[in-house]
C-alpha cells in the first residue's frame, strides 16, 4: 500500500514563464513611470533640494534597502543633487515626501562642492 494517490500531491512549481517575467516587468515599468509623473506634477518639475529643473527622481529610502516606488518614498530631483543624495553627502530630513523636507548636506565628506 502506498500513500500516493492519483494525482493528490501534484502541485504545480511556481516557476514563472519568462512570458509571466516579462509581463511582471512591464508591470513594475508601468509602475515606476506612473509614480514618476506624479512626483514630477507635485513637485512642479523643480528639485526639491536646489530647485532648478528636475531630470530624475529619487527614493528616500532606497530601492537597494528596500524603499518602494512610491509617492511618500520619491522626490523629483535635478542629476547634480541626486548624485550627491546617492552618495549620502546630502541626505534626507524627514520621511514623506509629500510634506515639506530639509536637506542635510555633509561638508566633511569630500563632495567637490
Ligand atoms: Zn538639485
Not at 500500500?1 to 501534484?10: D, F, I, P, Q, W
Amino acid at each position: 500500500m502506498t500513500y500516493r494517490s492519483k494525482g493528490a500531491l501534484k502541485f504545480p512549481k511556481p516557476v514563472p514563464s519568462k512570458t509571466q517575467k516579462r509581463k511582471k516587468k512591464a508591470e513594475k515599468g508601468q509602475w515606476v513611470s506612473w509614480v514618476r509623473e506624479r512626483v514630477f506634477e507635485r513637485d512642479n518639475h523643480r528639485c526639491r533640494v536646489c530647485h532648478k529643473r528636475a531630470e530624475e527622481m529619487h527614493e528616500i529610502v532606497f530601492r537597494s534597502l528596500g524603499g518602494l516606488v512610491s509617492l511618500n518614498n520619491s522626490i523629483a530631483v535635478c542629476r547634480a543633487c541626486h548624485v550627491h543624495l546617492q552618495r549620502h553627502v546630502l541626505d534626507v530630513v524627514g520621511d514623506n515626501a509629500n510634506e515639506e523636507m530639509q536637506f542635510v548636506l555633509h561638508v566633511d565628506k569630500k563632495s567637490g562642492w
